[in-house]
Nanobody, 115 residues
Framework: VQLQASGGGSVQAGGSLRLPCAAS????????MAWYRQAPGKQRELVASIGHGGTTHHSDAAQGRFTISRDNGKNTVWLQMNSLKPEDTAVYYC??????????WGQGTQVTVSS
């Protein structure tokens, strides 16, 4: 399976972005998917995860502002980000949540939030 994250860009604080992650090939179905991010000089961190049936978890930083969703028929996971803050600036990645299922991290998509 290949995962392609996109939709990043530059926005002002308070703005919104919606990031899609499209999966190609087999392996998407039935798996918990997740969005991660890595800010400059920091470790990659989990932003949100979603099970095959739609059960979600959002990090404390994302709770109330970000929403993860998925369409199993379209093999796509989205991250809706609202009320963006400068501290949300990072490269965002999608991948499987379960460590032993993860594929090599791709380029991700850059999100830059200016104050």
């Amino acid at each position: 399976v290949q995962l392609q994250a996109s939709g990043g860009g530059s926005v002002q604080a308070g703005g919104s972005l919606r990031l899609p992650c499209a999966a190609s090939g087999s392996g998407f179905s039935g798996k918990t998917m997740a969005w991660y991010r890595q800010a400059p000089g920091k470790q990659r961190e989990l932003v949100a995860s979603i099970g095959h049936g739609g059960t979600t978890h959002h990090s404390d930083a994302a709770q109330g502002r970000f929403t993860i969703s998925r369409d199993n028929g379209k093999n796509t996971v989205w991250l809706q980000m609202n009320s963006l803050k400068p501290e949300d600036t990072a490269v965002y990645y999608c991948n499987f949540f379960t460590i032993h299922l993860r594929i090599p991290w791709g380029q991700g998509t850059q999100v830059t939030v200016s104050s």
